[in-house]
T-cell receptor, first 108, second 113 residues
C-alpha cells in the first residue's frame, strides 16, 4: 500500500527566508507526485506536479527516487504563501493518497 | 464553468440518521474521489471511482457507501451517522492519464450530534 508522510504539521518562517516543506512517500510502483495548496477559505488547488519540473509562484519540487522524497522549496518566502500544503501520490490504478498536510505561516 | 460542485455545503445530523452527499462534475472526468478532512489528519481517502459503475475502498471506508451510476455524479452515503463522522468532506475529480490535475469541490461541513 502507498503512503505519504509530511513530518511537519506546522512550519513558521519570516518573510524573505527560505522554506522547505518535506514529503516522503512509499510505493512499490512508479508514483505520480503532486503538491496541492489550500489558501484560507479557498478550495484545494494544484501547485506543482513532478512530471512538469516547473516553478510555480517561486516554488519548486524535485523527485528523489533514491530517498523517496518530493520536498517543496522556495528560496524567499512571501506572506501570501501562508497556507496549508498537501503532498499527494497517485498510483497507476488511479488511487490518490494525500499526506497529513503542513500549515505554513510566513511572518512579516 | 462549474467544475466540481458538492451538495449540500452544510448539514447537521442526529446520531443514527442517514444522508447522501452529492458530487457533480462537468468536465467529463473518469476518476472521482471522496475525502474527509479532520484537524491534524489531513485528507483521508474514503472511496474512489475510476469509471462509471465502478467504486473502490480507500483508507477509511467504514460507515460509508458510494455509488457512481452516472459518470458525472459520485454519491457518498452515510446509512447511520455517528459523531465520529463529523468532518469536512471533499470531492475531487480528474481525467484519466498520467499526472493529471485533480479538481476539488468546495467542501461539505457535516456535524453529527
Amino acid at each position: 500500500a502507498q503512503r505519504v508522510t509530511q513530518p511537519e504539521k506546522l512550519l513558521s518562517v519570516f518573510k524573505g527566508a527560505p522554506v522547505e516543506l518535506k514529503c516522503n512517500y512509499s510505493y512499490s510502483g512508479s508514483p505520480e507526485l503532486f503538491w496541492y495548496v489550500q489558501y484560507s477559505r479557498q478550495r484545494l488547488q494544484l501547485l506543482l506536479r513532478h512530471i512538469s519540473r516547473e516553478s510555480i509562484k517561486g516554488f519548486t519540487a524535485d523527485l528523489n527516487k533514491g530517498e523517496t522524497s518530493f520536498h517543496l522549496k522556495k528560496p524567499f518566502a512571501q506572506e501570501e504563501d501562508s497556507a496549508m500544503y498537501y503532498c499527494a501520490l497517485v498510483t497507476n490504478a488511479g488511487k490518490s493518497t494525500f499526506g497529513d498536510g503542513t500549515t505554513l505561516t510566513v511572518k512579516p | 464553468n462549474a467544475g466540481v460542485t458538492q451538495t449540500p455545503k452544510f448539514r447537521v445530523l442526529k446520531t443514527g440518521q442517514s444522508m447522501t452527499l452529492l458530487c457533480a462534475q462537468d468536465m467529463n472526468h473518469e476518476y472521482m474521489y471522496w475525502y474527509r478532512q479532520d484537524p491534524g489528519m489531513g485528507l483521508r481517502l474514503i472511496h474512489y471511482s475510476v469509471g462509471e459503475g465502478t467504486t473502490a475502498k480507500g483508507e477509511v471506508p467504514d460507515g460509508y457507501n458510494v455509488s457512481r451510476l452516472k459518470k458525472q455524479n459520485f454519491l457518498l452515503g452515510l446509512e447511520s451517522a455517528a459523531p465520529s463522522q463529523t468532518s469536512v468532506y471533499f470531492c475531487a475529480s480528474r481525467s484519466r492519464g498520467m499526472n493529471t490535475e485533480a479538481f476539488f469541490g468546495q467542501g461539505t461541513r457535516l456535524t453529527v450530534v
